[in-house]
T-cell receptor, first 109, second 112 residues
Framework: GQNIDQPTEMTATEGAIVQINCTYQ??????LFWYQQHAGEAPTFLSY??LDGLEEKGRFSSFLSRSKGYSYLLLKELQMKDSASYLC??????????WGAGTKLIIKP | IAGITQAPTSQILAAGRRMTLRCTQD?????MYWYRQDLGLGLRLIHY???????GKGEVPDGYSVSRANTDDFPLTLASAVPSQTSVYFC???????????FGQGTRLTVV
């Protein structure tokens, strides 16, 4: 079966750095996405990795290791507005997105 | 309209009633998707359409139907609603199977 695993919840302090991990087992791989979802709102796109390595975009970076079936999202200089759920999704061999349940990130002052 | 729009925003529906959730996008995206999101579970694909005139079943299609008469619209119909269909429904679109998906604001549906 296909499976995406992420921690259910994480807590971090404003100004700090946090790493959210995602492991996956899917039928084929055509890219990995990270989305941010604030409570009661729609998911919004953060990053996309299809090749191994680190993709940096401002305060957010995403890393992929295809051989390990592993990715992480790194958030630096955390702000209160970063409190949200972070969703990991993998595009499988049929080009359909398989979603993790999301990681709820709580930022404390 | 800018982006992808869903209607209604929320709805309380009696069990057994028929309901259509509307989704319209103005980005001329080929692919469109319907997901449901339940607490503790990831987004689950109900139906999808890779291009106008074609549709396909996702992970949880039972009790739902879709149509794609044109590029912009992708309505989702519940033929006879049941309480287990209480959920938040998201419509999404993407330019192709290779790019990121853009989401509508969601429809919160309660079946009683």
């Amino acid at each position: 079966g296909q499976n995406i695993d992420q921690p259910t919840e994480m807590t971090a302090t404003e100004g700090a750095i946090v790493q959210i991990n995602c492991t996956y087992q899917t039928s084929g791989f055509n890219g990995l996405f990270w989305y941010q979802q604030h409570a009661g709102e729609a998911p919004t796109f953060l990053s996309y990795n299809v090749l191994d390595g680190l993709e940096e975009k401002g305060r957010f970076s995403s890393f992929l290791s295809r051989s390990k079936g592993y990715s992480y999202l790194l958030l630096k200089e955390l702000q209160m507005k970063d409190s949200a759920s972070y969703l990991c999704a993998v595009r499988d061999s049929n080009y359909q997105l398989i979603w993790g349940a999301g990681t709820k990130l709580i930022i404390k002052p | 309209i800018a982006g992808i729009t869903q209607a209604p925003t929320s709805q309380i529906l009696a069990a057994g009633r028929r309901m259509t959730l509307r989704c319209t996008q103005d980005m001329r995206h080929n692919a469109m998707y319907w997901y449901r999101q339940d607490l503790g579970l990831g987004l689950r694909l109900i139906h999808y359409s890779n291009t106008a005139g074609t549709t396909g079943k996702g992970e949880v299609p039972d009790g739902y139907s879709v149509s794609r008469a044109n590029t912009d619209d992708f309505p989702l119909t519940l033929a006879s609603a049941v309480p287990s269909q209480t959920s938040v429904y998201f419509c999404a679109s993407s330019d192709s199977g290779h790019t990121e998906a853009f989401f509508g604001q969601g429809t919160r549906l309660t079946v009683v």
